[in-house]
């Protein structure tokens, strides 16, 4: 078989797994087409499988049957692009917000934005944990020239709503108890210790301090960003938490960006 | 890593701390490396800690050798990444494709063996043999479609690839079954004529009757015992060409580790007496 008779095989086996068999014809040596139903079969249940591994809350909440059905949908529009498929979903918030049938329960586009986070915490780089007494050397000069490294397996998320304590109720069902979504705004931390990726809800302050440090702020500006965010919060008390919890690395010297004038 | 590996166990998540414990002789584990492509947390620790005792295979589904695009060169990296880390004894890929234009599908799909693929396929073995700096195992595919314009049969196919490249053989016994089933050729004919020394590893799993037209379409679904016509033929095999190590497949329906152990230990006694059998021979050689 010529090289373009080749590619053609492939152009023709692709669009008959997406539906349209027509063109495979000529390489078919029988009428039956049910060895192509489970090439199907496998491709979309491999790919929703692995939805339903990382989506897990979602599927609790939907329940399994409603998850794979929409999660099929999904991989039509969106199907793998690689064979890791730990790393495959990222858009799927995005689509279940703009999803019909989800229509009646907006909050399941945020709730899977948490568990794709939790996900990738539990994922992420292993890291050395910063020593606490390290901070005691600092002066209060320093401040603005240092930062926190913070551990490869911190994510952090807001909303405008309780998401975050909707999404931490269903992870320990047996408490039961109905959880309602609440109206204030939410912020969450994950980070792994150990094996186990812990999640957090924090208050404006803290979130505020971790997410200036992930921007490559100094500590000072960081402190300045917990304070603005949250007058009352303690910022000793943001690293003593902190250090507990493993979310630093190490103390090192802010990165200044180069300005470059052309 | 002082142990022989005879007979496997595909590692799952949900059995690391039997498998950590599992004292059985000769016990290895393989995985599918693309599980663990993630830069760190759990996995890896229970994965160094397995390694730390026993040997490791690893079995990649998603290189995407038959292909009509070259090997993706991230994935090969990554893959480069974890052999360098784990030290496998053995690493294998499929005779099959499942990569094309950005697109992943989760499978191992056909292709028609023309002498244009043999070439492209070769090529890209030869490729990948490069990058990871070891010799790979390539498995022979679950066919579940009769396709034209096959210019060789399979097992020459995967003979004539060997000899172009220097890779060796993982033989799927129960794939053959479910092939030779679905297309309609022998499974012992095909068994009896791969040469011997090509043979690295042997792959036993299970297959069920396809829900709609059942046993005209077995399904290589790995969510079963291995069938008694498969073990017939491992027990076949292994007393033509000796002992190999040999893998129970399981990634669906995983039951209870002590299940998957009963299998291992029915291989790994077919095992032993294949090399009762010729130590007699050896010691008057």
């Not at chain 1, 930062?147 to 039961?176: D, E, Y």
């Not at chain 2, 701390?17 to 229970?46: K, V």
Request: glycine residues 8%; negative net charge; contains cysteine.
């Amino acid at each position: 078989m010529p090289p373009h008779e080749e590619r053609a095989f492939f152009d023709a086996f692709d669009a008959a797994l997406s539906g349209d068999a027509a063109g495979l014809s000529p390489w078919l040596a029988d009428d039956s087409t049910a060895g192509l139903a489970v090439y199907r079969n496998t491709i979309a249940s491999g790919a929703v499988d692995a939805l339903t591994a990382t989506y897990a809350t979602v599927v609790m909440m939907t329940g399994e049957d409603w998850f794979r059905a929409a999660a099929r949908e999904y991989v039509l529009v969106h199907p793998p692009r690689e064979p890791a498929l730990l790393s495959y979903g990222e858009s799927f918030e995005h689509w279940l917000s703009q999803f019909p049938p989800a229509a009646d329960t907006p909050y399941l586009a945020g709730i899977a934005r948490l568990d794709w986070l939790w996900w990738q915490s539990w994922c992420a780089a292993d890291d050395q944990l910063l020593d606490g007494a390290d901070l005691a050397e600092i002066s209060p000069a320093q401040l603005s020239e240092l930062t926190l490294g913070l551990h490869p397996s911190l994510r952090i998320a807001a909303f405008a709503n309780g998401t975050p304590a909707l999404w931490l109720a269903h992870q320990a069902p047996a408490r039961g108890g109905e959880h309602v979504l609440g109206r204030d705004p939410e912020r969450m931390v994950f980070v792994r210790l150990g094996a186990q990726v812990e999640a957090r809800l924090i208050t404006a302050g803290p979130y505020a301090f971790l997410d200036a440090l992930s921007r490559g702020a100094s500590l000072l500006e960081a402190g300045q960003a917990a304070l603005a965010a949250e007058p009352a919060c303690a910022l000793h008390q943001i690293i003593v938490t902190g250090l507990a919890l493993g979310l630093f690395t190490c103390l090192t010297p802010v990165k200044r960006n180069t300005r470059h004038d052309n | 890593m002082s142990i022989q590996p005879a007979a496997g166990l595909g590692l799952k998540p949900q059995h690391y701390a039997d498998a950590l414990s599992d004292p059985a002789a000769g016990l290895w584990f393989e995985i599918h490396p693309e599980n663990y492509f993630c830069a760190g947390g759990p996995r890896h620790t229970h994965l160094t800690a397995i390694r730390e005792r026993r040997p490791l295979s690893l079995h990649g589904v998603g290189l995407s050798l038959a292909g009509d695009e070259r090997p993706d060169r991230p994935h090969l990296l990554a893959l480069r990444n974890l052999i360098d880390r784990y030290q496998p004894f053995v690493i294998s890929e499929h005779l099959a494709w499942s990569r094309r234009a950005g697109t992943w599908r989760p499978d191992l799909l056909p292709f028609p063996r023309t002498k244009a693929a043999l070439v492209r396929i070769a090529s890209h073995i030869d490729e990948t043999q490069a990058a990871l700096g070891r010799r790979i195992l390539i498995e022979n595919p679950s066919l579940y479609l009769a396709l034209n314009g096959h210019d060789y049969p399979e097992k020459d196919f995967l003979i004539e690839l060997c000899a172009r490249t220097g890779c060796g053989l993982l033989l799927d016994v129960n794939n053959v079954v479910v092939g030779a089933n679905n297309l309609g050729f022998s499974a012992e004919d095909y068994l009896d004529n791969i040469p011997s020394n090509l043979i690295g590893e042997i792959h036993l799993a299970g297959h069920a009757p396809d829900p709609h037209l059942g046993a005209t379409l077995l399904v290589d679904t790995h969510g079963a015992p291995v069938s008694d016509e498969v073990w017939t033929l491992y027990q076949r095999l292994i007393a033509r060409i000796g002992a190999r190590p040999t893998l129970i497949e399981r990634d669906d329906n995983i039951p209870a580790y002590g299940e998957l152990q009963q299998e291992r230990a029915r291989a790994a006694s077919i095992l032993s007496a294949s090399i009762r059998q010729q130590e007699p021979a050896h010691a008057a050689a």
